[in-house]
């Protein structure tokens, strides 16, 4: 089983994906709707309809616009991004790229269940969480 997570944006998709790519880095590939053979107005044609960064291990990171014509995006809280990383070089180069511009809700710590956990909003309105277990690796599953 694997979970890739999928994002949508009202129109900064493209934006928000060369950031994401600028942190993670991996493959960007990006297809507008006009690359895809249109379906929506000609204002739109430019729009994200899908967009994925392929990382070396495997994990896609996928998202697309959500054109005017297809309805809106609600920004909420019910969705984060857990980044689980392999060291605490690594969380804070993560939590320093992402967490710029944002909204800190926790900023990167030790933590009882995590030697770094951080959790954030980013500058697009994604909330993310950072984690590294280190030693307290029975705390990650």
């Known amino acids: ?10 129109g900064n998709a493209r934006e ?4 994401y790519h600028s942190v993670f880095g991996g493959k960007l590939d990006i297809v507008a709707f ?7 107005p000609e ?5 994200v309809m899908h967009a994925s960064i392929s990382l070396p291990n495997g994990d896609l990171l996928m998202c697309s616009d959500v054109p005017p014509s297809f309805g809106s ?10 980044v689980g990383v392999e060291s605490v070089d690594e969380a804070k180069r993560v939590y320093d790229g992402l967490s710029a511009g ?8 030790e933590t009882d269940w ?6 954030f909003e ?20």
């Open 16 to 19: 928000a994906m060369e950031f």
């Open 34 to 40: 006009k690359d895809f053979g249109g379906g929506v």
């Open 1 to 10: 089983m694997r979970l890739d997570p999928y994002l949508n944006f009202p």
């Open 122 to 141: 980013d500058r697009f309105g994604i909330n993310w969480m950072v984690f590294y277990a280190g030693n307290r690796s029975q705390a990650s599953g």
């Open 73 to 82: 995006v609600a920004k909420g809280n019910s969705t984060h991004v857990m």
């Open 114 to 119: 995590a030697e770094r956990y951080a959790s």
């Open 43 to 47: 204002a739109e044609e430019n729009m």
């Open 102 to 109: 944002g909204k800190v809700q926790m900023e990167l710590q």
